[in-house]
């Protein structure tokens, strides 16, 4: 059965048969491919006057042109999308991360007996403590900190493809309008 001028399709081999190109986005001679050209003109590439280009699937996937509900428009040989984004800290969903440290202190507790009291005192002098002395500290806290982290890196955002050859015909049956 012969394609439409213009009909794309999926082949599994590494070419393009005879009277089809590569949908590679190539710019071709428009005297070369003048019904081709009559149908997709210069929507895809190419300057309109002497040159034009076919559609270039590699590594895009096709979508239907309009806008259904709820949906963006997507306008013939307009590309949108990307493989990879770099999301920002507002684009994160909230979350909370923990710190790994050790919760059981190696200090004894004053008895209860002596609180409450408006300054800390020593349980074996009974004398106040300085809790904002500069003296060298005698407990090693734990150095985990929460912040924020990443390093901006793209996160790879395509779905699981399989790579096929796609070609337009150049000859065939010219599509009738409805």
């Not at 590494?14 to 190539?26: I, S």
Request: charged fraction near 15%; proline fraction near 10%; aromatic fraction near 8%.
């Amino acid at each position: 059965m012969d394609p439409y001028i213009g009909e794309i399709k999926m082949f599994a081999g590494d070419y393009a048969p005879v009277d089809w190109l590569l949908c590679d986005g190539k710019t071709y001679q428009i005297g070369r491919y003048q019904e081709l050209y009559a149908l997709i003109q210069n929507y895809y590439g190419g300057d309109g006057s002497s040159t034009f280009a076919v559609p270039d699937l590699r590594g895009r996937a096709p979508v239907c042109v309009g806008q259904a509900p709820d949906l963006s428009y997507y306008g013939l040989g307009k590309k949108v999308g990307s493989e990879k984004i770099i999301l920002s800290q507002q684009q994160l969903p909230s979350h909370n991360h923990g710190v790994n440290a050790v919760v059981l202190g190696t200090k004894p507790v004053p008895a209860a007996t002596n609180y409450p009291s408006a300054v800390p005192v020593d349980p074996s002098t009974g004398q106040g403590i300085n809790t904002y002395s500069d003296a060298t500290p005698d407990v090693q806290l734990n150095p985990g900190t929460i912040a924020a982290t990443g390093d901006n890196a793209p996160v790879q955002i395509v779905q699981p493809v399989l790579g096929l050859t796609f070609i337009i015909a150049t000859k065939g049956i010219w599509p009738p309008r409805p």
